[in-house]
């Protein structure tokens, strides 16, 4: 069975994908070997000196020009096969661009840290949606809290994906909110309140849409106005929940102003 030797001054996770992705096209069985952060000469060496011993072909990503010149010195030294699979494009596209490559290792990995951090939080979101799991509120970096139709939902989902851990806490008439929130830190919650009239139309719409009947309780005045009242008093007693009123805004224009206050408040 031949070797293909991978060389990488990051992860070298995208150029293992690509030499798996390429060897699918052949019958033959290819062993992959990867090596990550290799970042000194010596290390450099000893790869490629193993490499002529089991007669492999070497396939390096390495983006610091200097280093890239060391490797090709080398594998002509040694009398190795190789491709250098980012070197030529790095090259073309400085041309294009009319700039000079940063050279730094490891930003590909950077991006996708931030891209799966991004995922996760959505799917926290997903799981501790309309108060879910209320033992996960702590592990939370933002917790809403609001009655029905009060934007929790989308305002999580918004968050999430800007990568923030959101969990969202409904507040129903007569029952006091889950004992696992006065566990969080204070800075991270948030009270989101509403116009009555406004809350009316969208519980209105809402019960049409659901083929209910439109004097339920869930749509009548007096009860958003009991249901408004509620909230109130539970926000007077965290006074260091910021309450957000979400009347006739955007869901963008809510989320940002919650990420300011939360950056200020925890020095983000």
């Not at 830190?185 to 439109?214: C, T, Y």
Request: contains cysteine; hydrophobic residues 40%.
């Amino acid at each position: 069975m031949k070797t293909v030797m991978i060389l990488s001054d990051a992860t070298g996770e995208t150029a293992e994908r690509m030499v798996r992705a390429a060897t699918l096209q052949f019958e033959s069985k290819v062993h992959v070997r990867t090596y990550s952060r290799v970042r000194l000469e010596s290390e450099c060496e000893e790869i490629i000196a193993k490499a002529a011993e089991l007669h492999a072909l070497v396939v390096f990503t390495v983006v610091n020009a200097e280093e890239r010149d060391l490797i090709a010195k080398l594998v002509e030294r040694y009398n190795v096969e190789s491709v250098d699979l980012i070197g030529a494009l790095i090259g073309k596209l400085a041309s294009f661009l009319e700039a000079k490559a940063a050279g730094v290792p490891g930003l590909l990995h950077t991006i996708t840290e931030d891209y799966f951090r991004r995922i996760e939080a959505v799917e926290f979101a997903v799981k501790n949606d309309d108060g879910a799991e209320p033992r996960n509120l702590p592990k939370a970096d933002i917790v809403l809290v609001g009655i029905s139709r009060t934007s929790k939902t989308p305002l999580s989902t918004y968050l999430a994906q800007r990568g923030l851990k959101v969990a969202n806490v409904p507040l129903v008439l007569g029952i006091d909110p889950p004992e696992e929130l006065k566990q969080v830190d204070e800075r991270k919650v948030f009270g989101l309140i509403i116009n009555p009239d406004s809350l009316m139309r969208i519980r209105q719409a809402r019960l049409k849409h659901l083929g209910m009947p439109h004097d339920s309780s869930y749509g009548t005045r007096t009860h958003i106005d009991t249901e408004i009242g509620f909230a109130r008093e539970i926000f007077r007693k965290h006074s260091n929940w910021p309450v957000i009123d979400v009347t006739n805004r955007a869901i963008e224009e809510t989320a940002a102003d919650i990420m300011r206050i939360y950056q200020e408040r925890m020095g983000a």
